[in-house]
């Protein structure tokens, strides 16, 4: 189990992209939570198994037919025990 923090530059915002990261890290059965940020990106926090930030992340850059992602940061962080995902805002 790892936990990764992702922040999305793009067209991420106004398009239905939390929501899509919810209901796909639901999915995965990943815990955590999405969130918009100031600058226009969105942060996501992710705890799970490799095998599913793997395809979390093929997620993330396929987008969900609305946004477009130019860029992705991803580091891993302490697990901080998430018992499910959320939207944060």
Do not use: C
Not at 2 to 19: M, S, T
Not at 38 to 52: K, T
């Amino acid at each position: 189990m790892i936990a990764k923090r992702y922040k999305v530059y793009g067209r991420v915002q106004g398009v239905g992209f939390r929501w899509f990261i919810n209901k796909t890290a639901e999915y995965l059965n990943l815990k955590g939570y999405v969130m918009n940020m100031p600058d226009g990106s969105v942060v996501i926090w992710a705890e799970g198994n490799i095998e599913d930030h793997e395809r979390l992340k093929e997620y993330i850059i396929n987008g969900n037919g609305f946004s477009q992602v130019e860029d992705i940061e991803e580091e891993v962080v302490p697990l901080e025990g998430y018992t499910h995902f959320s939207i944060k805002y």
